[in-house]
């Protein structure tokens, strides 16, 4: 006889998120039917060429940007390197200085780090105990010399999120660019960059219930920046490489979907994410990581003191239930989170986080499930614990 077949629950939707099956429907076609290169001059190529000019008006639309600003990337990394490496090559004649914070995701703190090799000079600004960035620190580390400011919408593993208008206000004064990583927030809570204080705006589609391996750059009118990627003349010169139809379609679809639900997902998921929480602070020894209430709807990072997440991972990956010790991308390395290490945390406490991100199809039975798998082998696991058995 078969035994039953265990519940999976996904808890990791700041890593990745399932296409909305709306989606998966709107790209088939462009697989197999509208196949052609949107260069190309015959029917084929103009069919995918009008399918990405309806896909792009409809993501400007709901940004509030214009459609000629919108540059396709193959996601939220190239995205990003973009928007660093573009603003500092094609304006090295003004300055060599950027700003950006401790906490921001790899794809901004490697490409910073490359710059230094080519003679920028960078400033990585520090967070407070919440992962919040001052806006005065960033004031004060404005020189004649800095040409962008980079900081994250929110953060991908604490869910802070940071002071953009201010931030934004502050760039605008001193005639900096301001560039922000929201590719966490893209779909989750409404960007309106007609009052949105930034320059450039990154975006990944993946994180919002369309395809991997597409996103964009928004590029404010006037921005002067320098392509990342060379050869064609495809996104107006700005970014080589044949267009992902599909993709961008899918992207426009899933961009469509999640803005309708935007209110009614913000609230539902909140109050799942403070139950949450709720319960998993009522385990002895355990903290929350990131500003209690200015963060991310979906997200909880805490603490399980003196057992190692990645155990605490496993055991409830046993049990059906997918979560994370982090951010995706950095999930192989045994260092502490720079993050979380950024927040002061103590390197044996960083190491006994877990990220838990909720997403549309999180229900309070799966919240309800979590909490008690989740004291169950955090019981387990201290029995086993060396270390909680000499924190007396």
Excluded: W
């Excluded at 107006?236 to 379609?249: K, L």
């Excluded at 999640?258 to 994410?273: C, G, M, P, V």
């Excluded at 239930?321 to 044996?348: D, R």
């Excluded at 999180?362 to 086993?384: A, F, P």
Aim: charged letters at 25%; one cysteine or more; glycine letters at 6%.
């Amino acid at each position: 006889m078969k035994g039953t077949e265990m519940k999976q629950i996904y808890l990791d939707y700041a890593a990745t998120t399932p296409m909305d099956p709306e989606v998966v429907k709107e790209i088939q076609p462009y697989f197999s039917k509208i196949y052609g290169n949107p260069s190309s001059i015959h029917s084929f190529g103009r069919d995918a060429k009008k399918a990405i000019d309806e896909s792009r008006n409809k993501i400007a639309t709901i940004l509030g940007a214009r459609t000629e600003e919108l540059v396709f990337t193959s996601g939220g990394t190239e995205a990003n390197n973009f928007a660093i490496k573009g603003i500092a090559y094609a304006n090295k004649d003004k300055g060599n200085h950027i700003i950006t914070s401790q906490i921001e995701h790899h794809a901004i703190i490697e490409p910073c780090k490359f710059l230094e090799t080519q003679g920028f000079k960078v400033s990585y600004i520090p967070v407070d105990k919440d992962g919040i960035v001052d806006p005065n620190e960033i004031k004060k580390a404005i020189t004649d010399k800095t040409i962008l400011i980079s900081i994250m919408h929110a953060n991908n593993e604490i869910g802070t999120i940071q002071p953009i208008e201010e931030i934004g206000r502050i760039a605008k004064e001193k005639n900096v660019y301001f560039h922000t990583d929201a590719v966490q927030t893209a779909g989750h809570i409404s960007l309106e960059l007609t009052r949105f204080p930034v320059d450039l705006l990154s975006i990944s589609a993946h994180k919002f219930y369309g395809p991997k391996g597409i996103g964009a750059l928004f590029i404010r009118k006037g921005v002067k920046i320098l392509p990342l990627m060379h050869g064609g003349e495809q996104e107006n010169n700005r970014r080589a490489s044949t267009e992902n139809t599909a993709g961008i379609v899918g992207m426009g679809k899933a961009l469509e979907i999640s803005s309708e639900e935007i209110i009614k997902e913000f609230r539902r998921i909140t109050q799942l994410r403070d139950k949450l929480i709720s319960n998993i602070l009522k385990i002895e020894n355990t903290s929350l990581n990131g500003h209690p209430t200015k963060r991310l709807p979906n997200n909880i990072n805490v603490s399980i003191e003196f057992i190692e997440g990645e155990a605490i991972l496993l055991n409830l990956d046993l049990k059906g239930i997918a979560c994370s010790t982090g951010s995706a991308c950095s999930s192989a390395s045994n260092e502490p989170s720079h993050v979380l290490t950024a927040l002061k945390i103590a390197p044996e406490v960083c190491r006994s986080s877990l990220r838990f991100s909720l997403g549309k199809y999180t229900t309070e039975k799966d919240i309800d499930c979590v909490s008690e798998t989740l004291k169950d082998v955090v019981d387990k696991l201290r029995k086993m614990s060396p270390l909680y058995k000499k924190r007396n």
